[in-house]
């Protein structure tokens, strides 16, 4: 089985950082594109920044300039920067990864951790 861990949310004023961290364990044969999400109260689950393994990101208007994605191959792990956090920033993070065992491949989501940006 593949598990997804994500770490690093929390309470923060507006204005301030956090870094989100989501690493991949498991019988893993390879790691393809690894996202991050987003879901705040009564809203659909919003795809917020991709990274390719070739360490190509792309991200969503709504954080382009804020949040910056990157990746370590050699741990299967996937870090958000994310800076200048605004009240609408609250949600629920998750991290979701294509990942390749022996004979399948999957999508595979964390838990989740909960961002608050609130003064």
């Known amino acids: 089985q593949v598990q997804l861990v994500e770490s690093g949310g929390g309470l923060v004023q507006p204005g301030g950082s956090l870094r989100l961290s989501c690493a991949a364990s498991?019988?893993?044969?390879?790691?393809?594109?690894m996202s991050w999400y987003r879901q705040a109260p009564g809203q659909h689950r919003e795809l917020i920044a991709n990274?390719?393994?070739?360490?190509?990101?792309t991200s969503d208007n709504s954080v382009r300039g804020r949040f910056s994605i990157s990746r370590d191959n050699a741990k299967n792990e996937v870090n958000l920067d994310m800076k200048s956090l605004q009240p609408e920033d609250t949600a629920m993070y998750y991290c979701?990864?294509?990942?390749?065992?022996?004979?399948?491949?999957?999508?595979?989501w964390g838990q989740g951790t909960q961002v608050t940006v609130s003064s």
């Open positions: 979701g990864a294509v990942v390749s065992l022996s004979s399948t491949t999957s999508m595979y």
């Open positions: 498991g019988r893993i044969v390879r790691v393809g594109d």
């Open positions: 990274i390719n393994p070739t360490v190509r990101a």
